[in-house]
């Protein structure tokens, strides 16, 4: 793996969180309530699209570039858990229980759908 | 929507570490979708605790900072750890019909995710706030 290529992981990894960043802020803002809806639509957003990337015959590099460094940057587990452990430390128990079904759920029909595309592409 | 330049350089900057790191153990990724991902089960347990000690030392036990939680929070944790990656593992799973892996790899990443969260947490709340 070259230089190049590592140097296009930070760069895409940084632009993922980025946008990560502005699309939750976006959501939250629109949808003012306790229920974590922002990392729900990024996360949902980016299983489709990670999904017809590995729908798609790329290259090794680009795959990486694409899916690994920017789709999955832009996706993230850890903000999912603090705030579904948070709601359930505030009792707020079927809060906490749907975000986990509903991402689980969602989330794998949303990586089918984009293979879907994919194979329509 | 205002967006502050600092702190958008903060997640970029986190987000690029966080992404390196997780990427480099992406290529130690078996493509048998009937083995069990350690890296990205390893990255999102380790990513989770990381977002529970980060932020509720920041929110609870440090002064206000702008730029802290985007900088670890938001982008090192977001960056080191994947839902889509996670995901789409899960449904190579199902689509090669190994059902049990799929949802044992689901729950397992789940549990452990969370309780990664509660006890970074519950250590940083174990520590008196120093007057």
């Known amino acids: 793996m070259t230089l190049a290529v590592w140097a296009g992981v930070m760069t895409l990894g940084g632009a993922g969180a980025v946008l990560r960043f502005v699309v939750d802020r976006a959501v939250a803002r629109r949808v003012p309530r306790p229920f974590p809806y922002g990392t729900l639509t990024v996360n949902l957003t980016g299983a489709v699209l990670l999904g017809l990337i590995s729908g798609l015959t790329l290259s090794q590099h680009v795959s990486l570039l694409a899916g690994t460094a920017f789709v999955g940057s832009y996706t993230t587990f850890s903000t999912w858990m603090f705030e579904t452990q948070r709601l359930a430390e505030e009792r707020q128990v079927w809060p906490a229980v749907a975000n986990i079904a509903v991402s689980v759920v969602l989330g794998v029909a949303a990586a089918m759908a984009g293979q879907w595309i994919a194979g329509r592409l | ?131």
């Open chain 2, 1 to 131: 929507m205002a967006l502050d330049r600092r702190e958008l350089t903060a997640v970029f900057v986190g987000g690029a570490l966080g992404t390196v790191a997780r990427s480099v153990l992406a290529t130690f990724a078996d493509p048998d979708a009937g083995r069990w991902p350690w890296p990205t089960f390893a990255v999102n347990v380790l990513g989770a605790f990381l977002v529970g000690y980060f932020t509720t030392r920041l929110l609870e036990r440090l002064p206000l900072s702008s730029y802290r939680r985007p900088l670890l929070g938001t982008g090192l944790c977001g960056g080191l750890t994947t839902f889509s990656t996670m995901q789409v593992e899960t449904l190579k799973m199902l689509e090669h019909r190994h059902y049990g892996l799929a949802a044992g790899y689901t729950a397992a990443s789940i549990t452990a995710g969370l309780i990664a969260v509660y006890l970074a947490t519950a250590l940083v709340r174990r520590v008196r706030v120093r007057s």
